[in-house]
Nanobody, 125 residues
Framework: QVQLVESGGGLVQAGGSLRVSCAASGRTFTSLAMAWFRQAPGKEREFVAGISAIGRTNFADSVKGRFTISRDNAKKTAFLQMNSLQPEDTAVYYC???????????????????WGQGTQVTVSS
């Protein structure tokens, strides 16, 4: 079992940037695929970005070119760098981890076994 703790959320103006982090513990981090999902009020949770154990990435169309995902295996931490933020990016952002997940399935919420508690990101207009 993997424990995940997100941090770095907050309030930012439209056009600004924010980086959220996800610290993992309890399992060999290097074997995990990591991803970020988000859930806005009144909406279903949706895939944002994912990174496989070997560093391949995948992004939702809505964030391509604005968001990047990375991982630091030594620190057992995944990051989501968010640039050019817009009010529609406002949501609770959740970190998720999956064992042995191929890069073509990073978007699939049902494949993730571990979830963080979420961190609020609010973008003001």
């Amino acid at each position: 079992q993997v424990q995940l703790v997100e941090s770095g959320g907050g309030l930012v103006q439209a056009g600004g940037s924010l980086r959220v982090s996800c610290a993992a513990s309890g399992r060999t981090f290097t074997s995990l695929a990591m991803a970020w999902f988000r859930q806005a009020p009144g909406k279903e949770r949706e895939f944002v970005a994912g990174i496989s154990a070997i560093g391949r990435t995948n992004f939702a169309d809505s964030v391509k070119g604005r968001f990047t995902i990375s991982r630091d295996n030594a620190k057992k931490t995944a990051f989501l760098q968010m640039n050019s933020l817009q009010p529609e990016d406002t949501a609770v952002y959740y970190c998720a981890a999956a064992a042995s997940l191929s890069s073509d399935l990073l978007y699939s919420e049902s494949k993730y076994q571990s979830w963080g508690q979420g961190t609020q990101v609010t973008v003001s207009s």
